[in-house]
Each structure stands twice: as structure tokens, then as C-alpha cells.
């Protein structure tokens, strides 16, 4: 669930069918020289971020960024992966310039093929670009029975803690389970404070930003409740903002994703090297338990959380989640999901 | 390094050779029935706690705990595991009750064994005791040109975000590293806000609790500076602390490591049954990508982070690690290393 001070204002709030919003997007793509059939997803990569409530991610602020790229010759629409380095349990791809939102879910259904041979597979994935809502890849694998872990990393915008420079992205991590009759869990949350594109958001609708969210630019973190800076002005802090509240975590789980996604591909990270590197994994459950007796623990787990009593003053636990295609949509139009807390 | 609140005050600090530590650890180990090898291990999990600085998982903290345990029969001191289920990148298996501080390192080379035949190697655990400072764990890949990853779900402490009571425990996650020159990338950490004694370490050495750190028994975060509170008095809060400052990323890291640890294994997760399970993973990096071309690109990567402009007040950035044996000892005596940030 966004926080308040991030949603549209309801009188500047456009509201189209997913269908409607899915056939234009993929038709752009087309136009641009991406084939249908990839074409098809990207949209669907796009229009489920938007049904998810992750505008960020959704048409209205990326499909333009993607558009601009494959203009300028950053992208390439028609790329052919090669295969770098392969194990029964691992690959590394090159991407060869493809957009990552539809390089992506290839990659992780090829985790998934290896995790069905040997159990678990991970691949990581270089020269692509932006990898999207990423929590849609680690998706896939729990819609097939498995655990789904995604995370990339991108370009520089968090300060280490005590830095006075930016050293990492905000390298996200996803996690995605599955259930059986609870929404199952998707996680997937960038490793700074807030999200890359949050700042500009709050400016959009004109909001301030909380103490803990950016730091200056000496790398001080800013720790008053203060209006957005302009683009140059700030850098983003890792999650856990102070190294009192606990931004070396942040911090750590950053070069985590840094060294799974950038180094395990053979890549240099983006301190020194523009451009998205990505990891895909899939743990087949029944490789490692019972898949039936996963799902009702999942299932006891997740109604124990989301009956938990609340705290004075809040309504209710949430878990992250769901997916659009698991709780009947709203008449088709984007709206954000309540368990969402991205 | 640790925030100076946490450290013993110089003239209540006892200070004793390590290789005195180990000995007198390891004989109490085997005077409880364990095995002298398996005795040599737990006692070097924990005396290289105390040599990284990590008091809170080292000897005078938690010697006793375990000692415990062996007398009231928690712990089984001779206990041969049993293999759950097993595919060739994976396995699950059942600790028979033995100590995790001695059954994670052969649980870890179990993951590294198989990484090596197919590139990566997964085992979960269930039915075995505290795993001890899991950073032990995880370096034992990086040791030998493999990345190591650990987690274990344990007792439940941490209040989700906008709950009343606690569901999770502080779920520790860690990932190690190889470089070439450079100390290795060694990152422990709990995904709360603090580690899980940290209170009564603040109480110990009379020390107030930061903003943020704990909750109170409603589940509210206490944001103002204050004296620690009683066992029983208070809960912990994820990494992010509130709502607005991100704990709901710290709340979701909990989730993904008790679905990792505990479900993945076929156990209960930690709000519904006691007891501890765990996570080893080994990627052989040799299966993704050249090995010297990975060290050279960690070293490439860590002088870049630890040679960042600091900013203003701070006096350098540091990067999580190194280990003991990396960097020369000071005299063989307990100390901290300058680059721990746990």
C-alpha cells in the first residue's frame, strides 16, 4: 500500500481498462520493432505493476524512459541472448542489449527448467536493460510450484553509509512463494530507504519528504521532514537511513545484491561501469519437501499474520502481496491491491 | 565496529588469549559428551566471533546458553543427521537435535559439495539448535572460491509492521565473499532493526536505547531516546523501524528468511512452533564466470567503497567484513577489526 502522501490527487487520476492500457502499450512496442510475441509481455510486465498499485513501475512512468531507449539505440528490440558460462544449476546470460522487463522472465523460466532438473537454478544476466517491477519474475516461478528470488543491480544512487558519494543502485530484491488458498506472498522492495523514483513522485503530487528518506548531497541524511530537492541535489540513503536506525544493513544488503547480480555474471558493478545487471533463481519446492504440506504452512502462516492484533491506533497486519490474477479484479480498472505494502 | 554504547567499559573488559579461549571452550564442549572434533569446531565458531568484535555470538555470551541446553537435554551432543530429501543441488535435512554452531559448517560444505558438481548448492535444515554468529557459515565457501550465503529463522521477537504481538525472530541473513587483496566481503546481520541481545547489552553496560530500535508491548515503536526496558516489557522492530522509515522492507526480509529456513525445509515457521531452522547456500563461482576475473573485480570494487569520500564528520566508509585469519592479529588477543560493521 503506497503510503497517502505518494497517490494522485483523485482529480488528476486518468482511469483506462487494463486491456485497453495492455493492446496500446503493446502496440508501441511493436511500432518500435520489438517482435509481438515479446511485444505482448513487456505490456503485461508494464500493466501488471500498474494493477499491483506500483505505478512506479507501470506504464504511465516507464513505457516513455523504454520508448526514448530504443530510440536513441540504447536498446536493441530483436536481441539473441548468449549463453556465457552453463551449469546443470546455472547460467550466464548476455543479454545483448535487450529490455529486461522481457529478457527477464525468459531468464527466470530458464531457473525454473534447471531447478526442475537438479532442483534449484540461478542465472544472471548482463548487457540488458531496466528489469521493471522485478517482483513479476520471481512470480512466475511460484504460479509453477517453486520459490522465485529476483534482484538487479542498477545505476548509483545510494550513499554507503558514512559516504559523501553514491556507490550502489537501489538494488531491489524480490521474493515470490506460493500459497494455496491465501493470496500468495511477492515481495520485492528496493534496498534503499525508499524507492528510486519516490522523490520525483512526492514532487509530482506535491508532498513532502520524511526525515530518514535522502541525504544531501555531502552525504549527510537528511532527518527533517523537508520538501523534495531537485535531481543532483540529494542522494538516496540506504534502508535503515543512519547508521544509528541501521543503514550499514541497508548498505550490506545493497553489495549483496551487487555481488549475486553484477560480479556472479562476470560484470563490474555500477560503481564502475554503467548499466543493469541482473539474478534469477528458482528453488523447485519438491525438490526439497513436501509441495502439498508447503502450501498449507504457507497458508497457516500467512492467515497468522494477517490476524495478528494490531498495534493502537493501525486497522490491520498486511503481507506482501498479492498478484492480480489470484483475487477477482475491480471491474478490470488499475487499482491498488490492499495487501500491498510495497 | 560497534556503536561504542555496546562496548564493555575498559575496566570491567577481561582480556584472555584466543588460543587459551579455544581450549578451555572446546574441553567444556567435550566434557558435555561432544565429540572432541565436533568440540574443536563449536569453540572455533565462537571464539572467531569474539575475534571479529562480535561479543554478542561469542564465548562469554553464549557458552553458557549452550551448556544449558547439553544438561536439559535440549541439545543432543552425538547426533548423526538425517537426509530429508535430496536432488543433486539440493538437500533437507533433520539435525537430530545436535548444536547449530557445530552441524551448520558440515551443512555448508554439504551446499559447497554440491555446488561443485552442478554450480550451486542449497540445503535447509530443521531440528537442530542455535547457529551462532551465521557469518562462520557463510565464509567457509569463501574460502574456498565460492560465495557463501546463510539464514536461520529463530524465536519469535519482531512485531510486523503495524502489529501487536511478534511473529518472527530476528531472522538473520549473511553473505560472504572472496576478493584477491582486499579482506573478503563477510555481511551478518539481523533483519531487526537490532540484533536480538543488543538490549540487554545497553542494560549491561548501562547504555540508553536509541529512536527506533524497540517497540513497547502494544507494538508501538518507541521513537524517543530512552533506558532499556525489561524482558517481557518490549519487542523488537524490523530493520527500518516504522512505517515511514521502510519496516515494512525489514518486516518482508523476516518473511523471505522464515520461508527460505523454515518452510523450504518442511518445517513450521518460528510464530507456530519453536525451534530453530536454517539456510546454507554455496555458488561455486567457476560455474558463472572466471574466478580471477571475480577476485580482481571485488578487489576493484572494495577500494572503491573504502577509499569513497567520507561525509562531513565521518572519517571513512568502511565495508562489512574482513575475517580473522585475513589480516594479521594483533598479539593473538580478542579484539575488533576496523571494518566490522555488525
Redesign the interface.
Known sequence: ML?ERFTVPPAEQVRVSAAALHRTTAAIFEKLGVPAEDAALAADVLVTADLRGVESHGVSNMLRVYVQQYRDGTLNPRPQWRL??E????A?LDGDGGLGIILGPKAMRLAMAK?R??????V?MVNSGHLGAIGYHAMLAAQEEM?GVCMSATRPSV???????P?FGTNPLA?A?PARHEAP?L?D???S??AGNKVRLAARVGSLL???WV?DK???PIMTESPPLERGQYFHLP???T????S??????A??V???SA???????G??EPGYKHYFAA???A????VE??KD??D??LR??RT?????????????GPWPNTKKKRGGAPTAFPCT??
Open positions: 503510503l556465457l558460462r551449469a546443470p544449476a546455472t550466464t531447478a532438473q537438479v532442483g534449484v537454478g540461478v544472471t520459490i550513499v554507503p553509509t558514512f559516504a559523501a558519494e556507490r521474493i512463494a506472498v515481495f522492495a528496493a534496498t530507504a525508499i520524511l526525515p530518514g541525504a555531502a552525504g549527510r534502508l535503515g537511513s547508521r544509528e536506525l541501521g550499514h544493513k541497508g548498505y550490506g544488503l553489495l549483496m551487487e555481488i549475486l560480479l556472479l555474471a562476470g560484470a563490474l558493478p560503481m564502475l528453488y523447485d519446492i525438490a526439497f519437501t513436501d504440506r508447503f504452512t504457507m497457516a502462516m497468522t499474520l495478528t492484533p494490531p498495534a493502537p491506533g493501525q486497522t490491520r497486519v498486511l503481507y506482501p505494502v510495497k
